[in-house]
């Protein structure tokens, strides 16, 4: 990793992405019935299709910035990779990509996600 937290190594990256994006898709595929909502692994992504309200929120790999991107309802927020913490974490605070999700369904759904 640069100074910067970006990885130089980009199949590094990738490696980790997968990973965490599989590992974030099989705890979201656990809790789908309990919050109704349907959810999807593609490559490089999970997308979460929320019913009520409708909503989307999309988790995805941008390997040419190093990070995992989350979208949902009007923010969006970076993460990158931690190699102390051996996960993604938004840059500046010690929020884990699975911390990030919960609060953003959270914040959809207007109740505490777990997952």
Do not use: C
């Amino acid at each position: 990793m640069d100074h910067e937290g970006l990885m130089k190594d980009e199949p590094e990256f990738q490696r980790h992405a997968i990973e965490a994006l599989e590992h974030l898709h099989r705890e979201l595929a656990s809790a789908a019935d309990e919050y109704d909502f349907k959810v999807e692994l593609t490559p490089g992504a999970v997308t979460i299709a929320l019913r009520r309200p409708a909503a989307k929120v999309v988790v995805r790999s941008h390997p040419s910035s190093g990070q995992i991107l989350v979208s949902g309802a009007s923010k969006s927020r970076k993460l990158d990779w931690d190699a102390v913490e051996n996960t993604f974490v938004v840059s500046g605070s010690e929020m884990t990509l699975r911390e990030v999700v919960e609060e953003v369904l959270s914040q959809q759904l207007g109740e505490d996600v777990s997952l």
